[in-house]
């Protein structure tokens, strides 16, 4: 691929990424910092804890549809000058790399964004909907036994290089491999605080109410 593409798809994945529905929407139909609130997370978790629950729902949406479509823009439409498949998915990866780390350090909010689990869904879901499929139900699973939607995100994020890896290997070549693996540990460096609360035991189920 030209640097002029592979600049493009960086820009353009990470300004995509970058969007912070959580802050915008709880700014517009509550008038508040969703950044004051709870963990201070733009993400739908927190947006959440401000009592709008279609406000969440609409963020868990909105930010799983701005991954889905920074990778889409890749992968299916005509211009990226390609008919490699493996070159299209290495690209898809670098995409959704970038649409990511967009959203986990987004330009408007001082690089201060959200953990990623939703947008990092959305890409896979463009990219390897079996794989991100694969790990949204390990993520369901784990929620379901356990109530730690920090848990279920984390082995969810885990599941998807390692399905990738044994189910798609002829398509995720080293590079893109490495890209996809990339955005795993991202969403889980993301989780670091919530890791510490789960060896202490102290992190807040599903459902619970905070003292």
């Known amino acids: 691929m030209s640097y002029p593409t592979l ?6 994945s990470y300004l995509l990424g ?22 201070g997370n733009i993400g739908a978790t927190n947006v959440a804890r401000t009592g709008g629950k279609g406000v969440a729902v609409a963020t868990l949406v909105l930010d799983i549809f701005k991954g889905w479509l920074a990778v889409f823009l890749v992968v299916t439409l005509p211009w990226i000058p390609s008919s490699d ?10 995409a959704a790399l970038c649409a990511v780390i967009g959203h986990i350090f987004p330009l408007w909010l001082g690089f201060k964004g959200g953990k990623g ?3 990092g869904f959305g ?12 790990a ?11 109530r730690y939607v920090s848990l279920g995100s ?24 490495a890209m996809s693996a990339a955005v795993a540990l991202l969403i889980i460096v993301r989780h670091r605080q919530n890791i510490g609360r789960l060896l202490k035991g102290t992190e807040s189920r599903f459902g619970s109410r905070k003292a």
Request: charged residues 5%; glycine residues 6%; without cysteine.
């Open 85 to 94: 498949p493996v070159q299209l998915h290495t690209l898809g990866a670098f």
């Open 154 to 177: 984390i082995l969810g994020s885990a599941a998807l290089p390692l399905s990738l890896l044994l189910l798609q290997q002829h398509l995720f070549h080293a590079l893109a491999l």
């Open 136 to 146: 949204i139900t390990v993520f369901l699973v784990v929620v379901a036994l356990t």
């Open 117 to 119: 689990v939703a947008t």
């Open 7 to 12: 600049i493009t798809v960086a820009v353009g």
């Open 18 to 39: 970058s969007i912070p529905f959580g802050y915008i929407l709880v700014r517009i139909f509550q008038g508040i910092d969703v950044r004051s609130i709870g963990s």
């Open 123 to 134: 890409v896979f879901l463009a990219l390897a909907p079996v794989s991100a499929l694969i």
